[in-house]
């Protein structure tokens, strides 16, 4: 049966190997173990140890459902070729059958015999039979159109109705015990049809052991037709078996639809359980325990190749983009080359043993893996593990290169590349020792322009300040004086991140992706919406449709006050040329449901107040007396006349200019607060939200930061004292009127102390105040563009359904429809998004509004969980896609 004896074990090293470990694309977490996984062209499905279905969105990774499916863990899930037919099977003797665009349970499925577990089902499409193998050694089988075995929901030989050996079982006295019962029984769908299996569609003892994992295979040997359907199963006894599939009943029973006929054994009946399967042609790979594969030639019933591939059982075995993918309980992963990958021009396979090898090894989870998938998306090769550390990993991977490979341009997994390399250049812009790094990072960012059609220039004064790049794809619209130029601003540079705590739960110049999340330094502030806004661009290249020129001007010093960013672009005025409109994304949404877009910011100055000794550092007791005027004392009585007691500002005038609230942003803030109440009732009453938003929002104030002395610390009267202040101002104010009456106040205040000190007020940085006009056409081209990407849509839309009602509510375009619903149902109307104003600042918007006589509008992308400039910084992948999306159609319609 062995004609080719293995030599004693390949070790499937990787050695020879040259493929890179495949990147994580995301980490999906879940409370349970992940035992199974199956992937459609829209979701990925995960069976876990509660009994659970979990369904996440496939590219952009958000959890659309959780669905109690079983009242056990779940075993097996399979997908049908055409899709139709999701099955489930389970540590009970019950099978789902379900929908995997809607999730309905179309099917309850079981057996009349105890059969314990359901380890593994496959599916004929051909006869639409389902084949399951078993606890106790069976293989059983059912036509789901056969309307003889369709029963009532309430069949007494439904096994919660039926005599239970164990539970049912009277002990003395009479009693029996209990039936176990748990509250999420309840939960699981009543099924539309059920179908009990004939007690004559079995193949007691199938294997002398349990049945592990089976496959539908067509032609996959010369024994049978190229177009028959061959059942293959691997057990517990260590044998793999092939089945005739067959329309006839058994023998001894002709009321029965379908019977199983053996064809071949394979291996020998000593224990070593055979734990997966997977099918290349006419070859078979049968994973083992102790990390074995062993490779099967079906024509000749040859055992060609023994490998060791792995530690631990090799749990899960696929065959796709011409390579096997296996895993382990070990937690590693391996790509193989594979026998048809190496044939030569004839067919031949005798060179067997050299063309196999490992290509690469990883460590895919620090825990057993159970399952395993492969799916493609967007172009893109995934492989995605299941584990018992309660995750599902997607790993982007490589196979047979293909044409439609070559061909891909700006998808989105280019997208995603390119901002996972963008956010790891550490452009900390407030750090000298970074400088470098911010060079490197703005030479990226140009270079990938370059590469995606763009004129390219590096501008600078030829100071000490990192470059602002500045990039222009031309549009098509002839001649070139009828194109609208749209300026897009940005920023390269971060904020640091502490790598040195725990906080971080990965490195944050490593983008990670986790639960539908991108995870780093920067992603969400700016990085993201920068690269998302340049995918959109070409886009547009690509369908030949960008009649307007886009500039961008991404500066390197955001975070550190923009300075040097005004004078650079006064000296290259010229060079950008004129501007219709700016556009920036630099900002974040409420809440994590609903879209925005923000009219207002407020401004800024940063000042810092001092106070100076003519003495040195004098000791409290030696020379400390009330004849003494200490400079901190100074600083402290001048600083308390700057606000009262209820928070008002005292500076003359401070208040004087500031806009009314008119009626139509009085109704902004009535919908905006009763989203948020919705969402928190905690934040009511309305009244007092209103109040708390237009307070941070459109009034100013005054804040005093910090104190710094000289000299040590220690019983000293310090001869320098500073105080760092900051006043927010909003449209209305004007910054330099403002700092002319905070200087003139400080001293006017200052000289009535008749100190010996000396005063001086230093302005360190100001921005001014920005007001847009939501009304106008920038504004409502923007907002057509966010009302058509966060449309309510049919199941599969990637936005979480729950937030629906809610949009509806607050007056905006929401998310996706329930996952059941159906084309009868009322849908979510399409409403506008919020606008909402902030107030923190962004120095350069009004600068360039100004500059350039340009309208600007400002569209925040991410969500208000992103927690940008604190740790873990994050962006949400379908915020990014969407992000692209009305970037590239409002690029388009403006």
Known sequence: MTGLQPRELDEGSSDSGHDPTPDKLQELRHDGSVLAIAVSDQYIFAGTSKGEIVLWSLGTYQHVQTIQAHKRSVLCLLLSEDSKYLFSSACEPIIGVWCPKTFTRLYEIYSTYDVGDVFSVAYSPQRETLYLGTQTQDIQWVSLKDPTRRVSHDSANHPDKRQHRFFDSRAVGGTSTPRRTEEHYALIPKAATVLEIDPGAIRQYAHYGWVFCMLVAKGPTVLGDPDEEVLISGGG?????LWRLSDDGPDYDDGVLGDIEEMM???????????SLAVDGSFLYAGKLQGIIELWDLDTKQKLRVIKAHDGNVNTLRMSFGLLWSAATGGSASKHSTVHYGRDKNGLSQNVSQKYQ??????????KILSSAVAVHQNERLYLTGANDNTVRVWRVSGMPTQAEQEVGGSENMMIASLREFVSFKTISSRPEFTEDCRKGATYLGSLFKRLGAQVEMLSTGGPHNPVVY??????????????????????????????????????????????????RGVSDNKGPIIAALYAVSDLLQAKVLDSDILFLIEGEEESGSRGFQDTIRMHKDLVGHVDYVLLANSYWLDDEVPCLTYG???????????DSKYPDLHSGVDGSNMLSEPLTDLTLLLAKLKDAQNHVKIPGFYDGILPLTHEEDQRYDDIARILIRRNPANGPIEHLKRSLMARWREPNLTIHRYNVSGPDGSLISSHATANVSVRLVPGQEVEQVIDALKKYLRDEYEKFGSENTLTVRIDNKAEPWLGVPGNYIFRTLEEAV??????????????????Q?????????VAMPANATDGEEKPKCRKPLYIREGGSIPPIRFLEKEFNAPAAHLPCGQASDAAHLDNERLRVVNLMKSREIFRTVFRNL
């Not at 794809?473 to 991140?497: N, Q, T």
């Not at 910011?601 to 106070?611: F, P």
């Not at 809610?806 to 929401?814: R, Y």
């Open 806 to 814: 809610d949009g509806e509510e607050a007056g905006v375009s929401g």
């Open 601 to 611: 910011l407020r401004g800024v100055l940063h000042a810092t107040v001092c106070i």
């Open 471 to 520: 990039a222009k794809f031309s549009g098509k619209l002839e001649p070139a004086e009828k194109r609208k130029r749209i300026l897009f601003y940005g920023h390269y540079d971060v904020v640091p991140a502490d790598m040195k705590g725990n906080n971080w739960q990965t490195d944050p110049f490593k983008l990670e992706g986790r639960d539908g999340y991108l995870y780093g």
């Open 358 to 367: 490992c290509l690469s090894r990883w460590k895919a989870h620090g825990a």
């Open 237 to 241: 006894d260590g044998t793999i078996k």
């Open 787 to 804: 009302v058509r990407a966060w449309a309510p849509a049919a199941a599969g839309d990637s936005a979480t359904a729950a937030a629906a």
């Open 265 to 275: 054994t394979l291996g020998e009946d000593d224990s070593e359980s055979v734990m």
